[in-house]
């Protein structure tokens, strides 16, 4: 039998592995009113309230359209509000409400279950070394790699 390449390379695996975890955290978010996503835009606020779209664009690592789609959600959910700069009137910065606020332990707690599942019977050395090697492969795909 032939070998199959694709199936078994590393960078398939790695999708399996992301498309498993979206759906498990999804199924959490979608508890909390949640899509998938969205819970990364609401912890850019959590960490620093007040951020311009731009900031978020370069904070999510995502397209100026894929955060005024999701900023359109969101705020039409009630947990965020957008407020003209004080200094520069051209700039919105974006504010959590008491809502999107409110959110923040209930994510928290879905992302720790997440967590818990993904790692399953994992040892600590395994999931360090896990760990470590994720963010090296990580760098990897983030460097600059033209020759």
């Known amino acids: 039998m ?3 390449v694709f199936a078994d390379s590393i960078g398939y695996l790695i999708a399996r592995v992301c ?3 979206r759906g498990a955290v999804s199924q959490e978010l979608e508890r909390l009113g949640l899509h998938v ?17 731009s900031e978020l664009v370069q904070q ?10 999701m900023l359109r959600r969101i705020e039409q959910s009630g947990l965020v509000t957008k407020c003209q700069d004080a200094v520069d009137h051209r ?3 974006v504010h959590l409400t008491p809502a999107g606020r409110e959110l923040k332990e ?3 707690a879905a992302w720790t279950r ?3 599942r993904v790692l399953g019977n994992l040892s600590t050395p395994d999931i360090e070394l896990l760990r470590g090697l994720l963010l090296q492969v990580a760098a990897n795909l983030e460097e600059d790699n033209t020759l």
Do not use: I, N, Y
């Open 2 to 4: 032939a070998e199959d």
């Open 19 to 21: 498309k498993a975890h």
């Open 37 to 53: 996503g969205q819970e990364m835009f609401l912890q850019c606020l959590w960490r620093q309230e007040g951020l311009t779209q």
């Open 60 to 69: 999510l690592g995502v397209q100026p359209a894929t955060v005024s789609k």
């Open 91 to 93: 700039v919105s910065r």
């Open 106 to 108: 209930p994510v928290d």
């Open 114 to 116: 997440t967590e818990r």
